[in-house]
């Protein structure tokens, strides 16, 4: 065997390991939480560690739990699964409806301090969320927006938009300007060019950030803790997770299964919608 060949197959095993590692890194703790979410409490007590749970242990207990209301002795998960999808939807929605054509704009007019602009977008995430917290807070409660979900999704539009326009930008840009002139001496508006033209081809990259949006809306925690502790029946699932984790009469099985109900969602949606969002990240990171 010469040495380019030992390389290679070196590499490739080499490759196969790491792979192998990260996927066992990164499913494991999924796995451990799922497994301690079907089993019930003195099962559990008795083997904390068993990795394999028998099938005439399997419980769906602690999900029903979860997720019945608390007047009936649950959660309430099902109140704030809703709420965390009102405000997910929303808060992506009307992202999309103000990120594309800003997006539009920067990449295709020509006005003042364009050039500035990518700077602008991305240095708002140079300060830390928590240093506008209490600004936001004080300016939200004195306009009678603080406990609203309606605030709240305006919180995440001003935490969300900067990078959704900025990842649209970079897209809108690489598509070839003699299409829409094509569609302009056909006698389209710019309206129409956008419509027709624009849109559909940057489809990819539209899906690709409403995703990131939804997942921000839906995963944060900070803000929705601020504007909403004092209001339990609006309450996301993050902060119903939060009061599972605090509870010290709330079983750890429960707080497993409330743990899953906040991933699940997120892990289907991505893996759903794995391949369109890697390829509306990739498109537009560079300039042909």
């Not at 029946?233 to 409330?258: C, F, H, I, N, Y």
Request: hydrophobic letters at 55%; a neutral charge; charged letters at 15%.
């Amino acid at each position: 065997m010469d040495r380019d060949l030992v390389e290679t197959v070196s590499l490739r095993w080499l490759r196969r390991l790491v792979i192998a590692a990260f996927l066992v890194i990164t499913v494991f703790p999924f796995y451990y939480m799922l497994m301690l979410s079907v089993r019930p409490i003195e099962r559990l007590l008795l083997d904390p560690g068993s990795l394999v749970v028998g099938f005439g242990e399997l419980t769906v207990a602690t999900y029903a739990e979860v997720l019945k209301a608390t007047d009936d002795g649950g959660q309430g998960f099902l109140t704030f699964i809703r709420n965390s999808g009102l405000v997910a939807v929303a808060a992506t929605l009307l992202t999309l409806l103000v990120a594309i054509p800003g997006a539009y704009a920067v990449a295709r007019l020509r006005f003042f301090g364009r050039r500035q602009v990518d700077f602008l977008f991305l240095a708002v995430y140079l300060f830390p969320s928590i240093v506008i917290a209490i600004p936001l807070f004080v300016v939200f409660t004195r306009a009678g927006l603080r406990g609203s979900l309606f605030g709240l999704v305006l919180v995440y539009i001003s935490q969300t938009l900067p990078v959704s326009v900025y990842m649209l930008k970079n897209y809108f840009e690489t598509i070839p300007v003699s299409l829409e002139e094509s569609a302009a001496i056909d006698g389209a508006g710019r309206l129409g060019i956008i419509r027709r033209v624009s849109l559909p081809l940057a489809m990819p990259s539209i899906m690709a950030v409403a995703l990131y949006d939804f997942m921000i809306a839906w995963n944060e925690f900070l803000f929705a803790l601020l504007f909403l502790v004092d209001k339990p029946d609006r309450w996301t699932v993050s902060l119903g997770l939060s009061l599972l984790a605090d509870g010290v009469e709330v079983p750890k099985t429960v707080l497993m299964a409330g743990s899953v109900v906040l991933t699940l969602p997120i892990v289907i949606l991505f893996f759903s919608s794995e391949r369109l969002l890697t390829e509306g990240l990739t498109t537009g990171a560079e300039k042909g």
